[in-house]
């Protein structure tokens, strides 16, 4: 399975976040973004990702979900919100 056909979803677009998923993007992967802020969506999105919504889209179009979330609440809405 080469790198294009697998569906990576990338949750988190700050300072770290931003630059983990347009190195995921770069290196062939299609990849579904989300950030609360939606400029920082639309940022990675302009390098090649796919903008999405919501979280629930986005896991229902993704193989792999990553996350790079700044805090425990955070990580709680995420994933059990």
């Known amino acids: 399975m080469d790198n294009e056909s697998k569906k990576v979803g990338f949750i988190g677009l700050g300072a770290m976040g931003s630059s983990m998923a347009c ?25 090649g990702a796919i903008a999405s919504e919501s979280i629930k889209s986005l896991a229902r179009n993704s193989d792999v979900i990553m996350t790079m979330l700044p805090d425990e609440g955070a990580v709680e809405k995420v994933y059990l919100g």
């Open 23 to 47: 190195n995921i993007v770069k290196s062939g992967f299609s990849t579904t973004v989300y950030d609360i802020d939606e400029k920082k969506t639309r940022a990675v999105a302009d390098a």
